[in-house]
């Protein structure tokens, strides 16, 4: 018979588990919405002090802010067009010197404007890829200029920097009537996956998030009627369309050192649409 007072007391230990970003810092791009709010709100969740970039909503970017401080987080809303050099560039700017550095890039911001080729406008192809290509670029820029200045923290993450890339499934799969969005898309893909060959020696990780179909102000018309929602359901295998926090739990685990060992790699989040649903019963 084991003496009882032998036995270990059950009670739990006090410490807190410190969270899988604690102490990290991050700037998401678009977050005033859709899946940017989802991806800020999950960071902080999981530990992290997070920038509200937006261009245009400031009280819907204080609605973000708010959500972040609920989690015990700080947050700090920052209006800047993703497509001006300047703009991204006094973003960092005040970054770091509100919160001392950059851990993280959720490069998010992205806009469509929808047109069959033949009537696409020169001012809706650059719009689009101002904002979803060049965005990227200059935020990435930015980003990685921090990270190699300061390098790894180990204290705080085994890589120098994190950048999770919003691509979609459409930097893969070609789409009719959105020539510039799938364009801006499968130019993000080779972007990001050359800036990951070039910085992993640095080790600054670099990958992208390609969503499907997740429900946001950005595809209304794709999920607000039941007819809609009926037809993309033909394109999803899994049967259900995607929500904007699907998104925000990958966005946390690519930043986080979890994912460590992944390098220049695209995570489809998309319920099967990757996988030729048509041929399920045809070819
Ligand atoms: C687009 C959405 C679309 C989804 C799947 C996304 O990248 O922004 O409008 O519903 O791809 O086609």
């Known amino acids: ?51 509200v970039n937006y261009v245009a909503g400031e009280d819907t970017a204080a ?13 700090m809303a920052y209006r800047a067009d993703v497509s001006s050099e300047t703009e991204v560039a006094a973003m960092f700017g005040a970054t770091t010197e509100e919160f001392g550095t950059v851990d993280i890039l959720v490069n998010n911001a992205g806009i469509q404007k929808d ?10 192809w650059e719009a689009v890829i101002g904002v979803n290509l060049t965005g990227q670029f200059l935020g990435a820029r930015e980003a990685v200029r921090v990270f190699k200045k300061r390098g790894v923290v180990p204290e705080v993450s085994c890589s120098a920097g994190k950048i999770v890339a919003m691509s979609s499934v459409h930097d893969s799969i070609p789409w009719a009537g959105h020539v510039n969005y799938a364009a801006s898309k499968g130019g993000v893909m080779l972007m990001y996956k050359s800036i990951a060959q070039e910085l992993a020696p640095y080790r600054i990780r670099v990958n992208s998030i390609a969503p499907g179909a997740v429900r946001t102000p950005i595809n209304t018309d794709a999920w607000e009627t039941q007819e809609a929602y ?3 359901m033909k394109l999803i295998p899994y049967t259900r369309i995607g929500e904007p926090r699907d998104i925000g ?19 489809y989040v998309d319920g099967g649409m990757m996988l030729y649903p048509g041929f399920a019963t045809g070819g």
């Not at 609605?63 to 947050?75: D, K, L, P, Y």
């Not at 966005?251 to 995570?267: A, N, R």
């Open 1 to 51: 018979m084991i003496p009882t007072e032998k036995i270990p007391s059950p009670t739990m230990p006090t410490c807190e588990t410190p969270k899988l970003l604690s102490g990290q810092k991050a700037v998401v791009t678009g977050a005033n919405s859709g899946i940017g709010r989802a991806a800020a709100i999950s960071l902080a969740e999981a530990g992290a002090d997070v920038v």
């Open 230 to 232: 009926d037809k993309l």
């Open 249 to 267: 739990q990958a966005v946390v685990w690519l930043s986080s050192d979890q994912s460590d060992y992944l390098v220049g790699t695209t995570l």
């Open 63 to 75: 609605e973000v802010i708010r959500e972040i401080e609920a989690r015990g987080q700080r947050g």
């Open 115 to 124: 047109s069959p080729f033949d009537e696409m406008t020169l001012d809706q």
